[in-house]
Antibody
Framework: EVQLVESGGGLVQPGGSLRLSCAAS????????MNWVRQAPGKGLEWVSY????????YYADSVKGRFTISRDNAKNSLYLQMNSLRAEDTAVYYC??????????????WGKGTTVTVSS | QSVLTQPPSVSGAPGQRVTISCTGS?????????VHWYQQLPGTAPKLLIY???NRPSGVPDRFSGSKSGTSASLAITGLQAEDEADYYC??????????FGTGTKVTVL
């Protein structure tokens, strides 16, 4: 079964750090580009970061640039999000999502269940 | 900040047809980038519903259809069912902001 499982969320004080993980199974992880997407309580979806299949190309949303770092370990079938200098507005459920390609369409076809990050004193 | 605008809510009786609009601009949908749609049932992760403007992944009922024209896209649900009650999001790509999502639409089945 194709699956993504996030972990690492929790309660952290403003200015603190957390490292999220996303474990992939049921597919060849090293062949797929990946995204992190978050959803603040009661709000819509917000793209956070992208990483290519090899890890050589990375993009960030302006809201997290300079504070978050995306990475992957293809040998461990794992995706990571290092979050530093956390702010209250980073409070959200964080999802990892697989990017699939068909013809020339790129879309997120597999999503994890999410991990909750709460930034509060 | 969402750059794709959707109506906050739409509703319909069982069996009816509802449509959800997704309005962008010349830097995203109007630039030719494709639109994808996701369904988020209460308390769950988003699920891919439509990819590449109008294509349904395997397992998605043909009651769901998508289209795109100019700087906008639409999702239609025909034969509305109680299980369709969920939040729906469009998603595209913006030349300056990378991946962008719509503001989201809550579908209520009356």
């Amino acid at each position: 079964e194709v699956q993504l499982v996030e972990s690492g969320g929790g309660l952290v004080q403003p200015g603190g750090s957390l490292r999220l993980s996303c474990a992939a199974s049921g597919f060849t992880f090293s062949s797929y580009e990946m995204n992190w997407v978050r959803q603040a309580p009661g709000k819509g979806l917000e793209w956070v970061s992208y990483i290519s299949s090899s890890g050589s190309t990375i993009y960030y949303a302006d809201s997290v640039k300079g504070r978050f770092t995306i990475s992957r370990d293809n040998a461990k079938n794992s995706l990571y999000l290092q979050m530093n200098s956390l702010r209250a507005e980073d409070t959200a459920v964080y999802y990892c999502a697989r990017i699939s390609k068909k013809y020339y369409y790129y879309y997120m076809d597999v999503w994890g269940k999410g991990t909750t990050v709460t930034v509060s004193s | 900040q969402s750059v794709l605008t959707q109506p906050p809510s739409v509703s319909g009786a069982p069996g009816q047809r509802v449509t959800i609009s997704c309005t962008g601009s010349s830097s995203n949908i109007g630039a030719g980038y494709d639109v994808h749609w996701y369904q988020q049932l209460p308390g769950t992760a988003p699920k891919l519903l439509i990819y590449g403007n109008s294509n349904r992944p395997s397992g998605v009922p043909d009651r769901f259809s998508g289209s795109k024209s100019g700087t906008s896209a639409s999702l239609a649900i025909t034969g509305l069912q109680a299980e369709d009650e969920a939040d729906y999001y469009c998603q595209s790509y913006d030349s300056s902001l990378d991946y962008v999502f719509g503001t989201g639409t809550k579908v209520t089945v009356l």
